[in-house]
């Protein structure tokens, strides 16, 4: 069974910068899995911040984060990293990575297309 833990996350000023991480085990091989982030504010759905494809390395972004934020993955640690910059109190939220054996444009975002394993999520607060 893959298990998944995020870390990294905490309180930052607007404009600052954090680093997620998704660190998987379980005979987890970055290689042939696509890892999912996504993020959950109070009162409203979960969205698609962003998906790294293990098998073919395709990247995908939710607009609102195009240009700030950064998915990268490390094979020899099987983590998933999102570098987020510039932060914005609208980014305030839970964090979660899953994972997935395959994700493409049309699915990467969708949260119930991910049927492998959640991480139990990380809160990120961005506030002055």
């Known amino acids: 069974q893959v298990q998944l833990v995020e870390s990294g996350g905490g309180l930052v000023q607007p404009g600052g910068s954090l680093r997620l991480s998704c660190t998987a085990s379980?005979?987890?091989?970055?290689?042939?899995?696509?890892i999912g982030w996504f993020r959950q504010a109070p009162g409203k759905e979960r969205e698609g911040v962003s998906a790294?494809?293990?098998?073919?390395?395709?990247?995908y972004y939710a607009d609102s984060v195009k240009g700030r934020f950064t998915i990268s993955g490390d094979k020899f640690k099987n983590t998933v990293y999102l570098q987020m910059n510039s932060l914005k109190p609208e980014d305030t939220a839970v964090y979660y990575c899953a994972t997935e054996s395959y994700v493409d444009g049309s699915s990467w975002f969708k949260p119930e297309h991910y049927l492998g394993s959640w991480g139990q999520g990380i809160q990120v607060t961005v506030s002055s």
């Open positions: 379980g005979g987890f091989i970055l290689a042939y899995y696509a």
């Open positions: 790294i494809s293990g098998s073919d390395g395709k990247i």
